[in-house]
């Protein structure tokens, strides 16, 4: 059983910055693909980004491409998610997931084994 806790979430205006963490309850050092969701609401949820075990490859959703960065920290059982340029179009709720069932990343929750709370990321326009 993995817990994860996600922080770093808030409200931003347009063009702004967030690092958003997701810290493991037990170790995930090299362990795991994990992957960072959100859902707006009457949405549904979606992926965001993905890092390998090793953190030496990783996938992002087209609509974040070139404004997110994804990664993470084994010693500190960490996974961060560095967006900028933020848009309206970004608030939802984020969530970050361990894939403990397979090796490599994937764009579907259905994949995914454990699940962190959320946190909330509202951009103001």
């Known amino acids: 059983q993995v817990q994860l806790v996600e922080s770093g979430g808030g409200l931003v205006q347009a063009g702004g910055s967030l690092r958003l963490s997701c810290a493991a309850s037990?170790?995930?050092?090299?362990?795991?693909?994990m992957g960072w969701f959100r859902q707006a609401p009457g949405k549904e949820r979606e992926f965001v980004a993905g890092?390998?075990?090793?953190?030496?490859?990783?996938y992002y959703a087209d609509s974040v491409k070139g404004r997110t960065t994804i990664s993470r920290d084994n010693a500190k059982n960490t996974v961060y998610l560095q967006m900028n340029s933020l848009k309206p179009e970004d608030t939802a709720v984020y969530y970050c997931?361990?894939?403990?069932?397979?090796?490599?990343?994937?764009?579907?929750?259905?994949?995914?084994?454990?699940w962190g709370q959320g946190t909330q990321v509202t951009v103001s326009s």
């Open positions: 997931a361990v894939r403990a069932s397979g090796n490599y990343v994937s764009m579907s929750s259905l994949q995914y084994d454990f």
């Open positions: 037990k170790s995930t050092n090299s362990s795991y693909a």
């Open positions: 890092i390998s075990r090793s953190g030496g490859t990783t």
